[in-house]
């Protein structure tokens, strides 16, 4: 009887250490599957285009070229994780992109015209619905995003709006604006590349806050006809929620 129980025992306590070790186990396995929340960040616009008359009746005045702005990006963000040192990522981002500046005037009116105004202004208010796709590798391996990061993304933005508005000097107080209808339209379609530098920083197990910057070139122009290209410098933040 004392051997019966001794087996039993015995028996008993390797499988609670087996049961233990499995549980360690499977914990020990237990990594991030994916992460995903809200993303903003603050564009610096830069417009890059051939001179380009505001007014089709004065096709060597009121020239424009270049130009500046702001913008803004507001969306969602998602990685996914391809391994549990959480190193490498899969990048997926959507959201709504504006890209408006004033372009730069270079020349004013003719001399021996008797119009009532001597400049003109352009601008525009260019946005897209944007998605990005790409990777991401951390410098630091932890079980859960940490630390520097280094991220590239293929950027497709689909064109939700591209009003131009023009503008003349010296008018009336409280005259109104108007659109300009002479100047072509912006492409529906626009491709460009987004390196940037991240950096995680855990505030609970489950959440992730990243600030990042970056710099988005153009692959594509947003018009051909005034070789004009749309570029940012830019700085945003991330939140993400861990699914384990």
Not at 203 to 212: D, K, N, Q, R, V
Request: glycine letters at 8%.
């Amino acid at each position: 009887m004392k051997n019966m129980v001794r087996s039993i025992s015995g028996a008993l306590g390797i499988s609670i250490a087996a049961a233990l070790f499995c549980a360690a186990t499977v914990h020990s396995q237990q990594h991030v599957t994916f992460l995903i929340g809200p993303m903003a960040d603050y564009n610096f616009v830069s417009y890059r285009t051939d001179a380009f008359p505001t007014l089709d009746d004065y096709p060597t005045s009121f020239l424009v070229q270049n130009g500046t702005g702001r913008g803004y990006f507001a969306g969602l963000s998602a990685e996914d994780p391809l391994s549990a040192k959480m190193r490498h990522f899969l990048i997926f981002e959507v959201g709504y992109d504006t890209k408006p500046a004033t372009f730069t005037s270079i020349s004013g009116g003719p001399p021996d015209t008797m119009l009532s105004f001597n400049s003109t202004t352009l601008s525009t208010e260019l946005s897209y619905v944007m998605v990005n796709v790409g990777y991401k590798y951390n410098l630091r391996a932890d079980s859960i995003p940490n630390g520097l990061g280094i991220q590239l993304c293929l950027s497709i933005g689909i064109k939700h709006e591209a009003n131009f508005v023009w503008d003349y000097s010296p008018r009336p107080p409280n005259y109104p604006v108007g659109d300009a209808t002479s100047i072509t339209d912006a492409d529906a379609l626009r491709l460009a590349l987004r390196p940037e530098l991240t950096y995680d920083l855990p505030l609970t197990e489950a959440w992730i806050l990243t600030p990042f910057v970056g710099y988005e070139t153009p692959l594509t122009k947003v018009n051909a006809d005034e070789n004009w290209t749309a570029s940012a410098w830019y700085g945003g933040l991330a939140l993400r929620y861990a699914i384990w």
